[in-house]
């Protein structure tokens, strides 16, 4: 089962900064947070992931609680072609692999 | 470019029909992974290999199964197609540990009649 909880959907203006939560209440110290996204008819995309600091690259920035029991994804100027699927996973690094467990997601629907 | 490659893309077949799809990656990654994505219930995994001749059951492995021979394919095979099986069908490659992110195929899109 997944162990994250998102909202089944959020809007964002284009070009204003989209902002997607998750919580993950029962994450441990060895789970780090992944998120990726789905845009419609496609596999899945690596977006960023990260263990209690806040990440950045060149897609989003993740920003992780001092308590890690919730996060937040940013893409800082979403564009029409953020509109997708965003998945929050919670991996144990310690556990050999690589598997992901995804859950629902969140609608992200970036409007002009 | 080092790449993940899923075929058919798009089948249709009959009930009770053997069906095999392919995935083929080319950067040498030791696990891969099937997933089948369904209105209403997300991406569900299959099966996943570790290495060549390693296979693990997933979370909705019943009706499929899978072969590693080489680093580069884990084709997934219907022994029987069901109606249930109709689906989109999604390939996955990672780098044998760490924190290495999943590239995932384009899909193939199974119908069952």
């Known amino acids: 089962d997944a162990k994250t909880t998102q909202p089944p959907s959020m809007d964002c203006a284009e070009g204003r900064a989209a902002n997607l939560p998750c919580n993950h209440s029962t994450i441990s110290g060895n789970e780090y947070v992944y998120w990726y996204r789905q845009i419609h008819s496609q596999g899945p995309q690596y977006i960023i992931h990260g263990l209690k600091n806040n990440e950045t690259n060149e897609m989003a920035s993740l920003i992780i609680t001092e308590d890690r029991k919730s996060s937040t994804l940013i893409l800082p100027h979403a564009t029409l072609r953020d509109t997708a699927v965003y998945y929050c996973i919670v991996r144990d690094l310690m556990e050999y692999g690589n598997k992901l467990v995804f859950g629902a997601g969140t609608i992200l629907r970036v409007k002009s | 470019d080092a790449e993940i490659t899923q075929s058919p893309r798009h089948k249709i077949t009959e009930t009770g029909r053997q069906v095999t799809l392919a995935c083929h990656q080319t950067w040498n990654h030791n696990n891969m992974f099937w997933y089948r994505q369904d209105l209403g219930h997300g991406l569900r995994l299959i099966h996943y290999?570790?290495?060549?001749?390693?296979?693990n059951k997933g979370e909705v492995s019943d009706g499929y199964s899978v072969s590693r021979s080489n680093t580069e394919d884990l084709p997934l095979t219907l022994e029987s197609a069901a109606s249930s099986q109709t689906s989109v069908y999604f390939c996955a490659s990672s780098e044998s540990a760490g924190a290495g992110e999943l590239f995932f195929g384009e899909g193939s899109r199974l119908t069952v009649l």
């Open positions: 290999s570790y290495g060549v001749q390693d296979t």
